[in-house]
C-alpha cells in the first residue's frame, strides 16, 4: 500500500513583535508587572488572531457553501435543458470529464498568485506526483491506480445523467444524497472505521427514503428504474471515495489537482472510443458536430469542474462540513427551479422521501464525539442555572436584609 498523504495547510502567519520601549519607573514593582502586562498583551492578541481566523474561515464558508450548491444545481439544470434536444448522456459524460485535465492549470495559477516562493510547472507536478507514491507517476501506476477511479468516475457520473431522463433534478439529487450513508457503511466494513449509532440511524433513514421515493408511482415504470440509476450512481460514487481513502489516502489541494487531470487524460486516452462506438451503433446518434448544442455542454462541464475545484479548495478555506451542507442544500435549489420554472408537483410522499434522506445526510455530519459534546453541554446548562439561582437567593437573602433595617426591625438570636 502506498504511503498516505496528510492535508497540509500553511499555518497562520505569525507577527513579530518589536520590544516596547518606555519611560525608566522606579520601584520594583512596576519592574515585576512589566513581564506580566506583555504576557497579557500577547494572550489578547493571539486570541484577536484567532478569533479573526475563525470569522473569515465562516465567511469563506459562506460563499463557498452558495457557490457549491450554485454549481451544483446548474450542473443538474443545464443537463435537463440539454436533453430537450440532446439525448447522449455517455457522450456528456465523456465531454465534461475531459475538463478535468484543466484542475491543475486552475490550480498552478493560483499557486503562481498567492505563493511567496513559485516554483516551475514541471517542479511543481513532479511535487504533486507523490501522492501516486514516492517515485511519482509511472505508466504502470498511470494504468493500475487510474483505471479503477476512472472506471467508477464515469460509471457515477453516466448513471446519473441517466436518471435525470426519468426523475425529476430534486428527485436525483436527494436520492444522490445517499452517497455519505453508503460511504459510511462501506467504511465501516472494508476499512474498519468506528462504529456509531447515530450514523447507523442515518443509513436506515437514507433506505427508507430510496423505498418510499420507489414508492411515490407504486414500483412501476420510469420512476423505479429511475430510483435505481440514482442509487447505483450514489452507491459507485461511495466506493470511488473508499477506494481512493483506501490506496491514496488523504490528498491535499495540488496532489487532488493533479490526480483529477490525470483522470481526464485517461478518459480522453482510453474512453475516447467507448462515444465512437456509440455513435456508429446508433445507441447515441447526432447529425453532425456542428449541431451539438455546445453552449449547454460547455456550461454544464464548467460548471461540473467548479463545483468539483470547489469541493477541494473549500476544505483549506474553511470547515469541511460546511461543502457537505452547500451539496445538501442543492436539493432545495433544485425543488426551488423545478416548481417555478418547471412546474412540477411535488406528491407528499416525494416530499417525505426527500426530508428523510436529507436529514439522514445531515445526521452523517455528526462528528464522533457529538454524545460527550452534547453532555458537556448539558451540564454547562445546568451549572450555568445552578449558578444563576444561587446568585438570584443571594441577591432576594441581601434585599431581605436591607429592607429590614430600613424599616427599623431587628433580628434577634435565639439564645
Known amino acids: 500500500m502506498m ?19 518606555s519611560a525608566t519607573i522606579e520601584g520594583d514593582e512596576s519592574t515585576e508587572n512589566h513581564p506580566e502586562n506583555l504576557n497579557h498583551e500577547n494572550n489578547v492578541q493571539t486570541r484577536c488572531q484567532s478569533c479573526t481566523s475563525a470569522f473569515l474561515k465562516l465567511i469563506w464558508g459562506f460563499l463557498i457553501i452558495l457557490s457549491v450548491s450554485s454549481s451544483w444545481v446548474g450542473t443538474t439544470q443545464i443537463v435537463k435543458i440539454t436533453y430537450k434536444n440532446f439525448h447522449c448522456p455517455f457522450f456528456m459524460t465523456w465531454f465534461s470529464t475531459n475538463w478535468n485535465i484543466m ?45 479503477p477511479f476512472s472506471i467508477l468516475w464515469t460509471l457515477t457520473n453516466y448513471l446519473y445523467l441517466l436518471a435525470l431522463r426519468r426523475l425529476t433534478a430534486t428527485d436525483v439529487s436527494a436520492l444522490f444524497c445517499c452517497n455519505k450513508a453508503f460511504v459510511f457503511l462501506l467504511s465501516w466494513i472494508v476499512l474498519k472505521d468506528k462504529f456509531m449509532g447515530v450514523r447507523i440511524v442515518a443509513a436506515i433513514m437514507a433506505i427508507t427514503g ?51 487531470s490525470t483522470l481526464g487524460f485517461f478518459n480522453l486516452i482510453f474512453i475516447s472510443s467507448a462515444p465512437i462506438i456509440l455513435y456508429f451503433t446508433k445507441v447515441e446518434h447526432w447529425s453532425s458536430f456542428t449541431a451539438l448544442p455546445w453552449g449547454y455542454l460547455c456550461g454544464m ?100 436584609r436591607s429592607r429590614s433595617r430600613a424599616n427599623g426591625t431587628v433580628s434577634i438570636p435565639l439564645a
Open 3 to 21: 504511503r498516505k498523504h496528510s492535508a497540509r495547510v500553511a499555518p497562520l502567519t505569525s507577527y513579530n513583535l518589536s520590544p516596547l520601549t
Open 103 to 147: 484542475f491543475f492549470p486552475v490550480y498552478y495559477t493560483g499557486h503562481l498568485a498567492t505563493a511567496d516562493e513559485k516554483q516551475s510547472p514541471i517542479k511543481k507536478l513532479r511535487e504533486c506526483s507523490r501522492i501516486f507514491g514516492e517515485d511519482g507517476l509511472t505508466l504502470k501506476l498511470f494504468l493500475k491506480r487510474t483505471a
Open 210 to 260: 430510496i423505498v418510499m421515493m420507489a414508492y411515490a408511482d407504486g414500483f412501476h415504470g420510469d420512476s423505479i428504474i429511475g430510483v435505481a440509476l440514482a442509487v447505483g450512481s450514489a452507491s459507485t460514487s461511495a466506493m470511488y471515495k473508499v477506494l481512493f481513502k483506501m490506496f491514496l489516502g488523504s490528498a491535499n489541494f495540488g496532489e487532488a489537482a493533479h490526480f483529477f
Open 301 to 400: 462541464a464548467g460548471l461540473w469542474l467548479a463545483f468539483n475545484i470547489l469541493v477541494h479548495v473549500g476544505v483549506v478555506l474553511t470547515y469541511p462540513i460546511l461543502i457537505s451542507i452547500g451539496t445538501v442544500l442543492s436539493v432545495p435549489g433544485n425543488a426551488a427551479v423545478d416548481l417555478l420554472k418547471h412546474e412540477v408537483i411535488f406528491s407528499v410522499v416525494r416530499l417525505a422521501a426527500t426530508s428523510v434522506i436529507c436529514i439522514g445526510f445531515l445526521l452523517m455530519l455528526l462528528p464522533e464525539e457529538w454524545d460527550e459534546i452534547t453532555l458537556r453541554f448539558i451540564n454547562r446548562l445546568k451549572e450555568k442555572k445552578s449558578d444563576e439561582h444561587t446568585d438570584d437567593v443571594t441577591e432576594s437573602s441581601v434585599h431581605t
